[in-house]
Every structure is written in C-alpha cells, then in structure tokens.
C-alpha cells in the first residue's frame, strides 16, 4: 500500500499454487497464463550422440569422451554442453553456438571453428593443432594450457576477457 502497510484481503480466497496467476491476471486487463515448470532430462552417451548428429542440437548434454570425428555440426546448438576429452577432430563446428560448452582436454585437431560462438566455453588444455578459429568469437572463453600448435588460424577471432593458452588475457575487443 501507500502507506507501506500490507494489503492481505484478496490473499486468503485461493491457495498459494493459484497465487501468482490470479494476482497476475486482476492487474492487467488481459488474461495471463502461468507456465508450469518443465523438468528436462540430461542426454547422454549413445542417446545424445544420436539426437546431436540426427538434430544437430543438444544443449546441456553430457558428451564426456565421445567420438565426434568428422561429424557435421554445422550451426548446431551445444550451448552448455559438456564435450571434456571428447574426439572432435575434423569436425565442422562453423558458426557453432557453444556458449558456456565445456571442451576441455578435447581432441579438436584439425576442426573447423570458424565463426563459432565460444562465449563463456572452457578450452582449457584443448588440442586444437590445425584447428580453424578465424572469426571466431571468444568471449570470456578459457584457453589456458591449450595446445594451439605452431601456426594457429585464428584470423579475424574476436577476443574479449579470453583467457589466452599462456594464461594472459586478451581484451582486443571489448
């Protein structure tokens, strides 16, 4: 209220399951809708690579040493999905959405990370010799201890709170 007292008069005529739709819907003229919340379930291990490779999506999957040689993931979606120690080599990850992915100790030899987005993705002590990053966007991504080989292509990356393979950090784009 105005005053800062509490106005508790409409509060005991529903339960408090029904709470935040009927509030919702007396202040505003048009109906509202509440939204139950929905439990998903964790892909992992042949299932996720299944729905990876058929879907090219698996956001939030469990991907812990899996053998994604050659695949095509062309502009597919492993936002947060967990790829530590997992075989990418040769892998066409271009314009790939791997925001906060973890892919640490992967093997991405030779794979194709050109114009990826790697906000928040952890590279720690990835093998990424011969690894395509030019125009790849990485953002607050970790890098340290990664294996980048002798003549990185990284052309074009765009860098911003990255954590580089010496553990500098690099700001070129902020």
Do not use: H, W
């Not at 996720?48 to 597919?76: F, M, P």
């Not at 553990?167 to 784009?173: C, T």
Request: charged share 25%; proline share 3%; hydrophobic share 35%.
């Amino acid at each position: 209220m105005p005053d800062g007292s509490i106005n508790n008069q409409d509060c005991s005529s529903f339960s408090s399951k029904e709470a935040p739709a009927k509030a919702a819907s007396t202040s505003s003229k048009e109906p509202v809708s509440v939204v139950s919340s929905v439990i998903s379930e964790v892909l992992s291990g042949k299932t996720a690579i299944k729905k990876l490779l058929t879907t090219k999506k698996c956001r939030g999957c469990l991907l812990e040493n899996a053998d994604l040689s050659d695949a095509n993931l062309n502009q597919g979606d492993l936002t947060k999905a967990i790829l530590s120690e997992a075989n990418l080599r040769g892998a066409d990850l271009r314009r790939a959405y791997l925001y906060d992915a973890d892919l640490s100790d992967a093997y991405l030899y030779d794979a194709d990370l050109s114009d990826a987005y790697l906000y928040g993705a952890n590279l720690r002590k990835a093998y990424l010799r011969g690894a395509d990053l030019r125009r790849a966007y990485l953002y607050d991504t970790n890098m340290e201890g990664a294996n980048m080989g002798y003549f990185p292509s990284m052309g074009g990356a765009r860098f911003c709170k990255t954590t580089m393979p010496d553990g500098s950090i690099n700001n070129d784009d902020c």
